[in-house]
């Protein structure tokens, strides 16, 4: 029973009359016009818009007030893995004091069974990383309702059956039914407090399917009313405001937290997350100094050796995107994203874009001499020509693969006008008595001054350069 008293029609897994009916038609209108000629506003951070709306009026329809839904929200979330702020689509809070967090989630356009595994593991981590924050007693009373809605475009590559990809032994099975079966184990599990799975095909008069009533739109948002009505109930009772909820998620055992996370890859991410607390932060920026510096001096004795390949220092670079300094936010997953090259290391930048970092041995030669002057060498050149044709690659292919692997992957990643770094050589394994290394890095900025797109360092610039980032960091830290 809907909460307007309507009742909803089950006839093998369609509902007629769902109120998702439109929204999920307009949903697919929107899809298509972006391949279309015409030009129709489309949210791309936000593809399931229509299906947002859905979802907040029924749980206005359901009792909770328009002023405390908020879409697009950031959720802070001190304590959590990577303690920054994790955005949602529908954010339901009260005077800054989170009550319940949906995500909506969209699998559609081919690449059914190749994706599977990616959406899962998002879901997954979702719920892990605010379950991470509100595992302390103090506070598990008051984590946000959880909710996922997904929806799955109907098509034969989801709705037929198929062997699962290294598990040849076990029964084929639709995506379709994996799905359900995957978000009855997170619903049961707890795992997330409400689900609600809808499948429809790309039509213009597309029905809405719920495989599960359990799974289903009148089960979610009866939750989820249920579940916030026990948070609110709850933080009244402890007289509780979102400043004093921060500080709860934030105390823990800090100096053992400090010495965990410092391992971390993602430690921008967590100091951001328990900034608030000083006694946190203090543990946290020991630790991650005392552990990079460790790193660094790993990096500086690995590239002073000749015998040093690209894959060795690729590997313990890792995704310690830190290393290259602080406008970059991590380091690309899919290292071939452009069709026919594989890159070393692909930065991600703050604004999104790529910055492709190109490693070359530590032995190759930098400079050598022609006629009266030091020019750089043939390595170099050809590192260089490396470099270009990449971005050569992202200037022609960047467009359509960046629509692509948004529609696709959900990835959302800028993969026009990329630039790159070569880094090659170290001065010291260079030089001789027939050239210095002032003159080796004087030939290197020469060269440099007439690149575009394309700069060139050496090894001994890396290391020096995050070395001393790493000093200032320290700095500022003991004048606290």
């Known amino acids: ?127 892990a990383n605010v379950a991470r924050a509100y595992e302390h007693p103090t506070v598990r009373a008051f984590r946000p309702a959880l909710g996922q809605v997904f929806l799955l475009e109907e098509a034969d590559q989801s709705t037929t059956a198929r062997q699962r990809q290294n598990l040849r032994d076990s029964e084929p099975i639709s995506v379709l039914d994996e799905l359900t079966a995957f978000f009855r184990r997170l619903h049961r599990d707890g795992q997330y407090d409400a689900v609600w799975y809808l499948t429809a095909r790309n039509s213009p008069d597309a029905v809405v399917g719920e495989p599960d009533p359990e799974l289903g739109l009148t089960a979610f948002v009866n939750t989820m009313v249920k579940r916030i009505e026990e948070i609110r109930d709850a933080r009244q009772r402890g007289d509780l405001s979102a400043a004093d909820l921060t ?11 400090g010495r965990e996370i410092a391992e971390r890859e993602d430690i921008a991410g967590v100091v951001a997350g328990i900034s608030s607390v000083d006694t946190g932060r203090a543990a946290v920026d020991l630790d991650v100094i005392q552990r990079r510096r460790q790193i660094l001096a790993e990096l500086r004795q690995l590239v002073l050796d000749p015998a040093t390949t690209e894959l060795e220092i690729q590997k313990l670079i890792g995704k310690r995107y830190w290393i290259f300094g602080g406008q970059y936010i991590g380091v690309l997953e899919k290292r071939d994203i452009i069709s026919l090259d594989e ?41 260089v020509a490396q470099c270009m044709n990449y971005l050569r690659g992202f200037d022609e292919l960047g467009a359509s693969h960046q629509t692509y692997y948004h529609n696709e992957l959900g990835l959302d990643y800028d993969l026009r006008r990329a630039k790159g770094t070569v880094i090659i050589g170290h001065p010291e394994l260079t ?7 002032e003159q080796v890095e004087q030939t290197i900025r020469s060269y440099n001054a007439h690149l575009s797109r394309v700069q060139v360092i050496t090894f001994a610039d890396l290391v020096d350069s995050a070395e001393r980032a790493l000093a200032f960091e320290a700095e500022e830290h003991s004048e606290r």
């Open 1 to 127: 029973m809907r909460q307007d008293g309507a009742v909803d029609q089950h006839c093998g897994g369609v509902v007629t009359g769902h109120p998702a009916e439109e929204a999920v038609r307009k949903f697919w209108r929107n899809k298509n016009d972006q391949f279309s000629a015409r030009a129709v506003p489309i949210n791309r951070r936000n593809p399931g818009g229509p299906i947002v709306k859905v979802v907040v009026d029924e749980l206005i329809r359901g009792g909770v007030e328009p002023s405390s839904i908020h879409t697009e929200a950031q959720l802070q979330m001190p304590g959590s893995y990577h303690g920054s702020s994790q955005r949602w689509d529908i954010l339901v809070s009260d005077d800054g004091f989170p009550i319940a967090a949906i995500e909506i989630t969209t699998q559609t356009g081919g690449a059914f069974r190749q994706n599977l595994r990616n959406r899962m593991n998002d879901i997954l981590a979702q719920s």
């Open 247 to 257: 500080e709860l998620l934030a105390q823990r055992d800090d100096m053992q937290f």
């Open 343 to 383: 890159h070393d290391i692909p930065l991600i930048c703050a604004d999104r874009s790529i910055h492709v970092i190109e490693l070359k041995r530590p032995k190759n030669k930098l400079v050598r001499k022609h006629r009266n002057h030091q020019i750089v060498s043939n390595d170099v050149h050809e590192a």
């Open 431 to 437: 030089a001789s008595d027939e050239v210095t290394r």
